[in-house]
């Protein structure tokens, strides 16, 4: 649904982005992670027509974003982090207007206004002035002008930024039910619990490129190794003994826990429980080490600052 290869932006001698190469199948949600200024709304500017890239190329929906760039905005609902409502506008009004802007007939705009004010809730609220909204009735009043032509492909740039976090709430649960078989989604977000929760692929881009790309799990191995567990005991003892178990390589070690990979935890998490509780040891917990796509996140950005990835 989304390809692009070697995409390169230049403003003058200013390089905003570098060989961005990415591939999103239909169905899937794509977060881009990134810091400010890393490239990530240049490169969806690029996906969505606005720019011309400097180099490489681009084809959404099947679409060369260069020459055929109005078949691409024709593909696309983009939520910006400026969401861009006419505040004096009811939302019928506002719906309307864009419903014109995509060359919807008059019975088809009424046909996707009503449908898009229920599957969004705003029905009840539908002759009020958008003004009159809350940050998050105002950011579901976005999605649904993004959604109004029925694109196959959604950009969404920090679509829940400065939202308290009940409206955020509100909007992550809208975009988790956008997923569908035939619709992509590129996520653009500094959140990376959001981009944990609704992603299947994630890239880190920086200064320009991109650093990784992949599923959390892939990232997750690549940066961080095997998947870690930690048992806890109950007293001053540090576990020992359990470099012993077939299976297990221990990393770590303090008073009153030890961690240890596992290539078949299944078999080795009950067995490092019977050899504690042998040694009369009791077992207080035994999981995985938590390791979040912040986690994960952090330590691309820490290799690439010391120029190792």
Known sequence: MIQCEDLTKYFDSFRA????????????????????????????????SILTPSRGWARVAGYDVVKQSQHVRASVGVLTESHGLY??????????????AYGLSPERRQ?????????????????RRSGEYSKGMRQKLALA???????PVLLLDEPTSAMDPESAQLVRTEIARLRSSQRSIILCTHNLAEAEM??????????????????????????????????TVA???????????????????GLGWARYTAHHPEQVNPAVIRELVRQEMPVVSLGEV????????LKAMSLAAEGKL
């Not at 002008?145 to 694109?151: Q, V």
């Not at 299947?200 to 790309?213: E, F, M, Q, V």
């Open 111 to 127: 046909q996707r206004i009503t449908e898009l004010l229920e599957y969004f809730g705003l029905a009840d609220a539908a002759k």
């Open 17 to 48: 982005v570098e060989g961005v190469t990415l591939n999103v199948e239909p169905g899937e949600v794509l977060a881009i992670l990134g810091q400010n200024g890393a490239g990530k709304t240049t490169t969806v500017r690029m996906l969505t």
């Open 235 to 253: 007293g001053e003892t540090t576990p020992h003994g359990l470099d012993a178990i077939d299976g297990l390589s221990l990393t770590s070690s």
């Open 290 to 297: 938590s390791r979040t796509l912040e986690v994960v996140y």
């Open 87 to 100: 505040m004096r506008m009811t939302a019928i009004e506002y719906l309307n207007f864009f419903g014109q």
């Open 145 to 151: 002008r993004a959604l109004i032509h029925e694109p």
């Open 198 to 231: 609704l992603a299947d692929k994630i890239a880190i881009i920086y200064r320009g490129r991109i650093l990784l790309a992949g599923t959390f799990e892939e990232l997750r191995m690549k940066l961080l190794g095997p998947t870690e567990y930690e048992v």
